[in-house]
């Protein structure tokens, strides 16, 4: 069993940053998918972005609304997955969520993130 652990949401003026983070309970290693995904009220939940770990690197994806302004990142010795989030936008307000795909999927229990506008 593994635990997701969030951190990072808050609230944010539009045109500003925040930095969300997804720490595992155990050692996951490296070769597993960690990403993001968020749901805003009434919507479903889309896809952020996700982190594929591969030998020699990893492979990266974002959801088109995102591209250009948030980066997915990994720190493997702290089984840790990161999301820097640029240029925020009102329309980026939602919950985020963090999940691993190792063998099982794993959801971590949601942040808040808030962009005004």
């Known amino acids: 069993q593994v635990q997701l652990v969030e951190s990072g949401g808050g609230f944010v003026q539009a045109g500003g940053s925040l930095r969300l983070s997804c720490a595992a309970s155990r050692d996951v290693g490296k070769f597993n998918v960690m990403g993001w995904y968020r749901q805003a009220p009434g919507k479903q939940r889309e896809l952020v972005a996700t982190i594929t770990g591969i030998t020699g690197g990893d492979l990266t994806n974002y959801g088109d609304s995102v591209k250009g302004r948030f980066t997915i990142s990994r720190d493997n010795a702290k089984n840790t997955v990161y999301l820097q989030m640029n240029s925020l936008k009102p329309e980026d307000t939602a919950v985020y969520y963090c999940?691993?795909?190792?063998?099982?999927?794993?959801w971590g229990q949601g942040t808040q993130v808030t962009v005004s506008s």
């Open positions: 999940k691993l795909s190792w063998g099982f999927e794993y």
